[in-house]
């Protein structure tokens, strides 16, 4: 059994497009082109050049020492914050705008929650000379301005999404009805392993250079490719997918993905969409779902923009209900206070995201001579302000 996508565009239940019919052209091109796109030598060459030479992989492989001998155990972090533009968002738009090119598209179109997507979107828009257009949840206009100004600065045009929670979900709505109106001319850069099939294993694929960089990494520092753990947190679960995927079909290693609990997982506030979700439909992927008993949306929460979706890529879906991926989830408070302390012990000031994956030593406990890699998914200074304020700096 394997935990990748099968040829219909299924994790075991989970996946598949459910689009409207306006859509399904769009998707339909992009399903029929993908592979063999990714496959062509030039679009390979290309890519791995701009993943050199732009975002500056290979990501090093740090060994945290303090962290680890804080909690009695070996953990390696690996370092996407140090990418161009700060996370890993970057991998897949780069990807993307290069398939965008390819399918001979001219206008991108993108959401974004943290602000991550929508910069690494707008930055390779900006590289290539290609129109911009951002969907972004008014709320998280607000607590992610210094991301709103970086998108502007890149010549982006960033667009409020005033429906709903005002949050991703609703910027996503709001990129897909864009899509709809403009089927010819427009690519529309998914930020994260969601949507209709293609889309959750090609942003899957072009994120795959993490696990694929850990394995050799691994190799020159322990003599093996396989750590004990890999772990990453998930909010759509992009950064967790390319972290894992090399690793999916291998049961030696163990895969932890990290949700966002936001204030408890019962507390009416939270992310943690294994936990709390059942199957359901969210833009155009079957996937588990934070829903009402009648099947409405769940507004979720998290204080990290990133991990505030009520859905999650059909991949972790699976990994969930097959039992493959162990699923933690870390409230607002965990998560904060082990961001600080990854900054007073490495130096490292983590994005609130990556925190929830950091918090989950204070209560799993792993043996002294495992390897547990950390996806350090991006830094901080996206989330300054959210730290100052809540801890008063
Ligand atoms: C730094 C960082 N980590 C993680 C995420 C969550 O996204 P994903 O689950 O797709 O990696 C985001 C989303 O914006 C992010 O900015």
Known sequence: MSYQVDEKGYYGEFGGAYIPEMLYPNVEELR????NIMKEESFQKEFKELLKEYVGRPTPLYYAKRFSEKYGTKVYLKREDL?????????NT?????MAQKLGKKRIIAETGAGQHGV???TVCALMGMECIVYMGEIDIDRQAPNVARMKMLGATVVPAKSGSRTLKDATNEAIRDWINNPVDTHYIIGSVVGPHPYPDMVARFQAVISEEIKNQLKE??????????VACVG?????????YHYL????????AVEAAGKGVDSGESAATSALGKAGIIHGSKTLLMQTGDGQIT?????????????VGPMHANLYASGRGEFISITDEDAMKAGLELAKLEGIIPAIETSHALAIFETRKFEKDDIVIVNLSGRGDKDLNTYIEYFNL
């Not at 990418?83 to 991998?91: D, Y």
């Not at 507004?299 to 859905?311: F, N, Q, R, V």
């Open 32 to 35: 029929s082109r993908y592979l």
């Open 83 to 91: 990418c161009h533009t700060g996370a890993h968002k970057v991998n």
């Open 94 to 98: 780069i990807g993307q705008i290069l």
């Open 120 to 122: 690494a979107t707008a």
């Open 221 to 230: 520092k322990e003599g093996k490719e396989d750590p004990d753990f890999v």
């Open 236 to 244: 759509g679960g992009s950064n967790a997918a390319g972290a894992y």
């Open 249 to 256: 079909d291998n049961p030696d290693v163990g895969i932890i």
């Open 299 to 311: 507004e979720p929460y998290s204080i990290s923009a990133g991990l505030d979706y009520p859905g």
